[in-house]
């Protein structure tokens, strides 16, 4: 038998007992990987109170790099049937157990079965080494989790969306021009990794000399990691901290490093990134294809914000009447981490109503 022929056979014949093994068990975690035995803490240690609107619970799932990812689930009391679900994460540095977590929960309390998840390498999900961040495997947690929640036997696997804050409200929209599946995108307080990464902020450091200088750095930290044998981290968020500190590193101070927002598993509340993990944001464009995503995006940002270019800049590169901006008058790029009198939590279930249907 003609070989191309014979392995498709043997693909079509794999699909269809995956797809036996999904109607028959719905919430078996299926992948080519094993499911890694994670340490998951099971009392409440979130640093936003507990809902007694919603019921929570652990779960895990497999990327398809094999990487299990840990997550909180938060179902809304007293509903039955097939629910729309939304996938949450961010922002970049912190865990679940922060503001992706308060998102979740508050749309659980609106009606949405919600996956708040650590990303790979961070938090209680696996990965190793800690504290890695790749814009390819960054965007693909998501895709897992929409893999996850499409296999789920209540979740309506057609009204899927996804939910980033701050570095992962830009990482969240280059998941969605990847995956159709998701079929509403928020991003809140959105950074751009990538342009970050490659300009500095505001582009003050929009250069090849600067981005070789910083290619170089990076590599020569590389050598030298390798060389002690353990990566050397960059630091969380900055402290003590300095007096003459830029108002916009203040408010990440107030959030990550006081009883507000601190958790001990967050890189930003401790000692932060490996430092060569932000070499690949450098050398990767996200939105090269946005104007080709044909599914609904809703970037909310406040206009006080130091980021507020990111969004602004972003939203002019989508195409299409579902589409849309939001600008919280007054909010900081902080203020939208956990401040529930100022995040436009109603506004942001409406736009999922009217696109997961």
Avoid at 85 to 106: C, H, N, R
Avoid at 158 to 174: E, P
Avoid at 241 to 246: C, H, M, S
């Amino acid at each position: 038998m003609n070989k191309i022929i014979l392995g498709s056979i043997i693909i079509l014949v794999s699909s269809l007992s995956l797809k036996s093994q999904v109607m028959n068990n719905p919430n078996t975690n299926l992948s080519v990987a094993p499911v890694e035995e994670l340490t998951l803490t099971q009392e409440w240690d979130k640093v936003f109170p507990k809902s007694d609107k919603v019921d929570h619970k652990k779960v895990t799932f497999v990327n398809r790099y094999g990487i299990t990812l840990a997550a909180d689930m938060y179902t809304p009391k007293g509903v039955s049937g097939k629910l729309p679900a939304i996938a949450v994460s961010g922002p970049f540095g912190a865990v679940k157990e922060q503001s992706s977590g308060l998102y979740a929960q508050q749309l659980a309390e609106r009606g949405y079965l919600t996956l708040a998840f650590d990303p790979s390498f961070t938090g209680e999900s696996g990965g190793e080494p800690r504290r890695v961040a790749s814009p390819d495997i960054n965007t693909e947690d998501f895709s897992a989790a929409v893999d996850f929640l499409s296999v789920q036997p209540d979740v309506d696997a057609d009204k899927i969306g996804i939910l980033g804050v701050c570095g992962w409200g830009g990482i969240a929209i280059q998941s969605a021009i990847n995956d159709p599946r998701v079929k509403a995108t928020v991003a809140s307080t959105m950074y751009d990794m990538t342009r970050v990464a490659a300009n500095g902020y505001f582009d003050a450091d929009d250069s090849k000399e600067k981005r070789n200088a910083n290619r170089a750095a990076m590599a020569a930290q590389r050598t030298e990691d390798y060389r002690k044998g353990e990566y050397t981290r960059a630091g969380g968020v900055v402290d003590p901290l300095p007096e003459d500190a830029p108002q916009f590193v203040k408010d990440y101070y107030a959030y990550y490093k006081t009883p507000r927002g601190f958790h001990p598993r967050s890189g930003n509340s401790t000692d932060g990134w490996n430092i060569t993990s932000n070499l690949p944001f450098i050398n990767f464009k996200f939105y090269d294809y946005a104007d080709e995503l044909d599914n609904a995006v809703l970037i909310v940002h406040g206009d006080k914000a130091h980021s507020y270019y990111f969004g602004k800049d972003t939203f002019a590169k989508l195409k299409g009447a579902n589409k849309q901006m939001l600008t919280v008058k007054g909010a900081t790029h902080c203020d939208l981490y956990d401040q529930v009198d100022i995040i436009p939590f109603d506004e942001i279930a409406a736009f999922y109503k009217e696109y997961l249907k």
